[in-house]
Structures are given as C-alpha cells and as structure tokens.
C-alpha cells in the first residue's frame, strides 16, 4: 500500500480495459474505485460514483480505443463527474491515447483533432495526462497540463531478452518506416544489434507499398518494431518484403493493438512467426490469435502513478 500524501490516492476505470486497471491496484495495493459506467437508453453516457472523492488525489484508468467516441466520451463525464465532487488532483490515464494520428494538417481544411481531444481533456477537468507512446512526442505541446509520455519499447526489449534473441549474429532490428528510425534505433542499442529500414510510400491512408530495403537481412532473424498494428497492413507487407529478400524469421512488436478492419485476418496469413503487442488496448476473444503475445504494460503504470501521487521524478522510467 503507497503512503499518503496529498489526498487519498483512488484509482477508477471506464469501461475500455477494466483489467489493466485491476492489475495495476493490484500492485499498488489499492481497490478499484467504486463507479458505475453505463448508458441511457438513448445512448448517453451515465457515470455514479460509489464513494466519496473529496479532496482526493484521482487517477482514471480508460484507453480511447474502439469504440473511440464512446471510450472518449466516457472519460469526459467521468473527469466533470470527479471535478464536480471535488476530487483534489485528477490524473487521466489514458494507455492509448485515440485521435493522436491526426496531429497535423496533412491536406488543405483539415481538422487537427488531437489538438481538439487535448483541449476537451483539459476543459472536463484533468490536471495531468498520463499515456504511453504517443503516435508523436510532439503531442505533449498540445497540452497546458503536465503531461508524462512513457516508453513501451524498454518492455518489449527486456521480453525479447528473456525469450534470447540478442545470441548471435543473425539477429537485425528492423523499421517498418523511416517514422520509426528513432525508435527501432533505440531499441536495437538495447541488443548492441544493427538496423534494417524499410522505405515505402503510403498513396492513401490505410494503404502502403514496400519500395526496398536499406540494410542486409539476408539470413537473419529480424523483430520490427512500430508504436501500434492498425489494419495491419504495413506489418505484414513489411515481413513479406524481409522473407523475399532472405530473411530467416520475422517477428513483430508494437505498444498499441488497434487491430481494426482486416488486421486478425492478414496477422494470420502473413509471414510474421509472432506477434508480441502491450495491453493498453484489452483484446477481444475474437482477436486473440496463437500468433499474438500480450505483455502486461501494469507494473510501468503502477509505478508511474505511484511516481505522480508521491511528486518522485516519472523520467526515472525512461532510463
């Protein structure tokens, strides 16, 4: 149990992953906020807290994954709701963070909503955001509220050590776009491993065709690494490409599971031997394939909100 503070530290949860959210007040020695998240029967969100939160310190635990509005708007009322009993700090804990594609204007009259999704935070009442691998750092500027950005690579990393893929020399990380570059760099200092890049063009959203490969991948095993696997197709192009091109296996990571559209169907069919993804979005039955492996991201959000509630430094985590 973390010793108090400020207020009383509660950890609630929306609907979108209430067992994320039990694993980390099982490591924190906490319960689960007492709170009901429903619908009217129009649809309306209908938020009841169970117990006082006056003058407390507030963390809510939701990811804006699929459904997106309704797992957004949910957050939204629980916050106004927390803000209106008086809670003392409120913490939006939000493990994927939706709508952080769209943080420019790729095209003339184009919205920049997550510049929109951070304003809206900020009006329902959060004080602090705390979210992992933000599709660009560059983000955290949209808000006038803290804003703790953690790191799903050094996770991954430490399961592929484990699993002993830094043994050998046919061992190569991976970037399945030179957006990536930075990040899989990173990720294969971890390893001492060299890097491959795959350079593509995407002609329209959703879609993307593999160009060629700058590295050697001949022989070799090879992990990519993204910030999340939408509909897949980037990935599963990407593996094909490395198998035609000689590689020995390809294995792919990724912090966020969108896995929306044709995503399970392609996984499945692709050349990728595995899949290993974080839970900050909770899988469905129907998309837990043998390919896919779910890393548990609790115990970095367990210490990262027990970091915040205490006022220790959260950089610590990025070491």
Do not use: W
């Not at 973390?2 to 009383?8: A, L, P, S, V």
């Not at 493990?95 to 929109?116: C, E, H, N, V």
């Amino acid at each position: 149990m973390i010793k108090n503070i400020h207020g009383t530290i509660k950890v609630f949860s929306g609907n979108s992953n209430r067992k994320l959210a039990s694993d980390i007040c099982n490591i924190l020695g906490l319960e689960l906020g007492k709170m009901e998240v429903g619908k009217f029967s129009d649809g309306e969100i209908a938020v009841n807290i169970g117990e006082s939160v006056r003058g407390c310190d507030v963390f809510i635990i939701q990811s804006t994954n699929s459904p997106v509005n309704d797992n957004l708007m949910e957050l939204l009322v629980i916050i106004d709701a927390m803000k209106r009993a008086s809670a003392g700090r409120i913490t939006a804990v939000i493990p994927y963070f939706g709508y952080a594609r769209q943080d420019r204007k790729a095209r003339a009259r184009d919205p920049i909503s997550a510049k929109l999704v951070a304003d809206i935070l900020q009006t329902a009442g959060a004080n602090r955001v705390l979210t992992m691998d933000l599709h660009s750092s560059q983000l955290q500027g949209f808000f006038n509220v803290p804003v703790d950005n953690l790191l799903g690579m050094p996770v991954l990393a430490k399961h592929f050590l484990k699993d002993g893929y830094a043994t050998g020399d046919d061992f190569i990380v991976v970037s399945p776009d030179v957006g990536s570059v930075a990040r899989s760099r990173q990720f294969a200092h971890k390893f001492n491993a060299p890097l491959a890049i795959i350079d593509k063009r995407r002609p329209r959203a959703n879609v993307m065709e593999v160009m060629n490969i700058i590295g050697d991948v001949k022989g070799k095993k090879c992990i990519m690494l993204d910030d999340m696997i939408d509909t897949a197709g980037t990935i599963c192009q990407g593996a094909q490409a490395l198998v035609d091109n000689g590689a020995k296996e390809v294995v792919a990571c990724c912090s966020h599971a969108v896995l929306s559209g044709p995503a399970i169907q392609r996984l499945q069919d692709s050349a990728l031997s595995k899949i290993v993804v974080l839970d900050t979005i909770e899988l469905p039955d129907e998309k837990r394939i043998d390919k896919i492996q779910q890393i548990s991201v609790a115990p970095l959000f367990a210490d990262a909100i027990e970091r915040v509630y205490t006022d220790l430094p959260v950089s610590k985590l990025f070491e």
